[in-house]
């Protein structure tokens, strides 16, 4: 198989497993500790307002729904994980998914934390890292460890590869 077709198919595999890992987080801690899911139909509804010229919304959740926003913002959030598993498969190469070790998978995880601080909280009115949010340290510390998840299950997804792999 051509190397550029082993990373992409690596990268979906990777990618879609680490974001599994991280929904199930998710559930987790929504039953143990009650903070609830984060509404990826919003985040559909923010994609689907771009092409119409709208980048900034001041709360997302007042500016009027679009129809399939629930599936826009999932696919998006699938379709994000394995960008970042790219990335990790880009600094790694595909000798990482041989000898998978968690400090490049943490280390991407933990970055990937960017995204949301620094895009979509803004995009979606709530400040940089969340600081216009009732309680934007609570909301930072549920990111940050939401994000080491991600970086975990990516290192647990490599591992998936190398044993199926051989």
Do not use: C, K
């Not at 970042?84 to 490049?104: N, Q, V």
């Amino acid at each position: 198989m051509p190397e550029t077709t082993a990373m992409l198919l690596h990268a979906a595999v990777i990618g879609t497993g680490a974001t599994l890992v991280m929904d199930a987080w998710a559930i987790l801690r929504q039953r143990l500790l009650g903070v609830p899911a984060l509404n990826y139909g919003l985040v559909g509804r923010w994609l689907a307002w771009l092409p119409r010229g709208r980048f900034r919304h001041h709360p997302i959740a007042a500016t009027p729904p679009v129809r399939g926003e629930q599936a826009i913002g999932w696919i998006a959030h699938y379709l994000t994980g394995i960008a970042f598993a790219g990335i990790l498969l880009a600094l790694g190469g595909l000798d990482w998914t041989h000898r998978p070790t968690l400090a490049p998978a943490l280390i991407v995880g933990l970055g990937s934390v960017a995204a949301p601080f620094l895009l979509m909280q803004p995009a979606m009115g709530a400040g940089i890292a969340a600081s216009r949010t009732p309680r934007p340290n609570v909301a930072r510390l549920h990111s940050l460890v939401t994000h080491a998840v991600f970086g975990v299950g990516l290192y647990g997804a490599g591992w998936v590869i190398r044993l199926v792999a051989g």
